[in-house]
């Protein structure tokens, strides 16, 4: 549960405790859950994989800033990933966000490969010339509403913005020294053993945190998403390791004939539901919908699974179900 907080008074300090899950760790990006949901579908297309592979390399790169922080990381240190805020109604993204010495750190991970060069302010891939985004513009905006929102909370701390190149093989030349960059060379020198915060945190910095997992939007606003209808996918069980179309192997059981996975079909039906959701998450869960979008057969074999592990709402042909 977010914000989960235990408190222990002592004499002179108060000791918290807090359970930062999920954003304890980077989040699995919208991009590629729909990607292996839709995998097997539904035709994927050049754009679908494109999509995924930015995605993909994006994520990479955020896990590995999480592992190489993950180990010189105080048991107890204010660490957050993958928040998706909104301040004014603009929204805005920070990879990982670090409080620290009455301070709040951002970090913008870039898993950038190969060369790339500044020219009057502006990025550009060495290899084609061709011009890029430029990422501090990202970093700002960030900063700025990041700014905002804190100025919302009624909270005061000074805040540092930092774009880290994760990738060993990334070079940037023409890159004044003065900019917040951390590349992957630097990461052991910038992140030093007295770096970290040494004295236990105050009921303000958990104030902070817990503002900010209350606040996280967990939606799609800012993603470029691929594109489907419940009509143009292909209806069936899928295999949660390769996403193929499982078979009946028994009253009880299926599988996977492509690679020879094995699942109950209640394991199953469970997770088809899931992916059901994920890609409709406006569509209510009915006994008939998800009949079509399993393919099995009769419907009261769907109509008890619901019953049994979901929570009626209604009767009739108005009844739907929600997650108990």
């Known amino acids: 549960m977010l914000g989960d907080f235990r408190y222990d008074i002592g004499e002179k300090e108060r000791v918290l405790f807090m359970n930062l899950a999920p954003h304890d760790r980077p989040l699995l990006p919208l991009r590629m859950r729909l990607f292996r949901a839709l995998r097997s579908r539904r035709m994927i297309t050049e754009e679908d994989r494109i999509l995924y592979r930015s995605a993909k390399r994006g994520y990479e790169g955020e896990l590995g800033f999480y592992e190489f922080l993950k180990g010189l990381l105080p048991r107890d240190a204010l660490l957050l990933h993958s928040l998706s805020l909104e301040s004014g109604h603009s929204n805005f993204q920070i990879d990982s966000l670090l409080v620290n010495n009455q301070s709040v750190c951002l970090f913008e991970v870039k898993n950038f490969v190969g060369d790339y060069y500044i020219r009057n302010h502006n990025w550009y891939l060495a290899s084609s010339n061709k011009e890029i985004i430029n990422p501090f513009i990202q970093l700002r905006r960030a900063e700025s509403l990041f700014r905002q929102l804190l100025s919302s909370f009624d909270l005061s701390y000074s805040i540092s913005s930092y774009l880290v190149f994760i990738h060993p093989e990334f070079t940037l030349y023409n890159a004044s020294m003065n900019l917040p960059l951390i590349f992957h060379s630097q990461l052991n020198r910038f992140f030093h053993q007295d770096f970290f915060q040494k004295t236990p945190y105050s009921g303000e910095d958990y104030k902070l945190a817990e503002r900010l997992l209350q606040h996280h939007k967990d939606d799609s606003r800012f993603e470029q998403l691929p ?28 599988m996977c004939r492509f690679c020879k996975a094995m699942d109950s079909n209640e394991e199953a039906i469970l997770r088809t539901i899931s992916d059901f959701h994920l890609l409709f998450p406006d569509k209510r869960i009915t006994t008939n919908t998800i009949t079509e979008w399993c393919g099995i ?21 108005a009844s739907h179900y929600l997650p108990i």
């Open 227 to 254: 594109q489907y209808t419940f009509e143009g996918l292909k209806k069936g069980i899928t295999c949660g390791g390769c996403g193929r179309f499982m078979e009946e192997l028994s009253s009880r059981m299926l």
């Open 297 to 317: 057969k009769p419907e009261i074999t769907i109509r008890r699974f619901l019953n049994k592990h979901f929570k009626k709402i209604g009767t009739g042909k």
